[in-house]
């Protein structure tokens, strides 16, 4: 089993919100960087790295592209990361994982769907 997991993706309409969420389960969660990643749905499309937070939760950076819409959060308490998306656009539309920052090969997830659609 995964020991990161990602939920919380669906059916949004443009101008929607969605909040996803990522939990790991190795419980080396507060030591490490994490960020969300996202891949579209067309061939040949990589990964790419849309949000990052510190350790601590102190410090985010974001990809121009959801810079002002997205907003990246953890709680080390409980393991969990978190992505609040608003303003959601069709080009949003993606499958979104979660990982390290730089992410560890091996700890990819299945991730979660997003779809943007009216």
């Known amino acids: 089993q995964a020991d990161l997991v990602e939920s919380g993706g669906g059916l949004a309409r443009p101008g929607g919100s969605l909040r996803l969420s990522c939990v790991e389960s190795?419980?080396?969660?507060?030591?490490?960087?994490m960020a969300w990643y996202r891949q579209a749905p067309a061939p040949g499309n990589q990964r790419d790295l849309i949000?990052?937070?510190?350790?601590?939760?102190?410090?985010?950076d974001y990809a121009d592209s959801v810079k002002g819409r997205f907003i990246i959060s953890r709680d080390n308490a409980k393991n969990t990361l978190y992505l609040q998306m608003n303003n959601l656009k069709p080009e949003d539309t993606a499958v979104y994982y979660c990982?390290?920052?730089?992410?560890?090969?091996?700890?990819w997830g299945q991730g979660t769907q997003v779809t943007v659609s009216s």
């Open positions: 190795l419980n080396v969660f507060r030591i490490n960087n």
């Open positions: 990982n390290t920052d730089p992410p560890f090969p091996t700890r």
């Open positions: 949000a990052t937070i510190s350790r601590g939760g102190d410090t985010a």
